[in-house]
């Protein structure tokens, strides 16, 4: 019996210490060199890393198939599918330099871009990029700047879902032909989104945007959605263009909400949104008459700016007839 005791107890000591190191490996990250990932790329290989540390700065305008399409420009062309999941970059990632000749390299990801649960320790730059195929960050992590400014994505659908942006998130004149989605994600620094064009719909619902935070002149194809999201600081929203549904709905604004000389075409609600601050509509637009704004809070302190703001109803109009 004794003896029965004692191989069972080893066999459970011999069972944890092989199942301890078993887990270490798992989570154990290997150690890639950004340099190895570019010459995988010139060699048009497929780039598919989980679990990896990758040290030095990542920098696809580095990779060999350039093309000069105007004095001073030159365009990289990515080819290989990317794909980065529960991975960290120690150094910066980037798609776009003003090279030592003073020439401005931009990339063309022709294939899918995926970076999954990934965490960006410095700068993340695709500013101008092109991205012919998907775009997936979700649940990544930027401790730095984050510059997108200029890009354009031309997939069906991209994603930043449940992402934590520490640093100012630069979005300025995104062009997006299929649907984008920021579902979940949290803005600590400012949120630039100015003359963003989204022709699908763009999810913003249930995201924190916890400083400044700008759409200003954005044209919005088909819907734009804000449901369950709060804005810490001023929001603006000011000379926009929003032809399908936009919905604010169970929002929190904390401070001035600003939707001055806003065109708004489609049906627009406000259901349950909590105002702590002045809401400002001078100048806008309703073009299918008020908004949605039932059970919505503006305390007595604050004010609301309805000077010049218009409201027509058109029952019978279809939002394709007006685009």
Do not use: W
Not at 42 to 67: H, M, P, R
Request: positive net charge; proline residues 1%; glycine residues 4%.
């Amino acid at each position: 019996m004794k003896q029965t005791k004692l191989l069972l107890i080893i066999f459970i000591l011999i069972f944890v210490k092989t199942g301890c190191v078993a887990d270490n490996k798992v989570h154990k990250k290997e150690i890639i060199q950004a340099t190895e990932i570019l010459k995988k790329i010139n060699k048009s290989e497929q780039i598919k890393y989980v679990n990896v540390v990758v040290k030095g700065d990542l920098d696809f305008t580095s990779a060999n198939n350039k093309v000069i399409i105007a004095k001073g420009l030159i365009r990289v062309y990515i080819s290989s599918p990317v794909t980065f999941v529960n991975c960290k970059f120690e150094g910066k990632v980037s798609a776009y330099k003003k090279d030592e000749n003073d020439n401005l390299n931009y990339c063309i990801f022709e294939k899918n871009l995926t970076m999954i649960n990934c965490e960006f320790n410095d700068e993340v730059n695709f500013r101008e990029t092109n991205f012919s195929g998907a775009v997936n960050f979700s649940s990544s992590s930027f401790d730095k700047k984050i510059i997108f400014e200029g890009a354009v994505f031309n997939n069906k659908d991209n994603y930043f879902t449940d992402c934590y942006f520490k640093d100012e998130f630069r979005g300025q004149r995104i062009f997006v032909k299929g649907n984008i989605s920021f579902l979940k994600s949290t803005f600590v620094n400012k949120a630039r989104f100015q003359r963003a064009v989204f022709k699908g719909n763009a999810q913003f619902g249930a995201v924190k945007f916890l400083e400044y935070t700008d759409f200003g002149s954005i044209t919005v194809q088909n819907g734009i959605l804000f449901n369950h999201s709060d804005f810490s600081k001023k929001a603006k929203f000011n000379n926009s263009i929003l032809y399908g549904r936009t919905e604010f709905m169970h929002c929190q604004f904390s401070l001035i909400a600003e939707f001055k000389n806003v065109l708004f075409y489609g049906p627009v609600k406000f259901t349950e949104t909590n105002f702590q601050d002045n809401l400002d509509l001078e100048n806008s637009k309703f073009l299918l008459g008020i908004p949605e704004t039932k059970d919505a809070v503006l305390p007595d302190s604050s004010k609301i700016n309805l000077n010049n703001t218009q409201y027509s109803i058109f029952k019978n109009l279809k939002i394709s007839e007006i685009k």
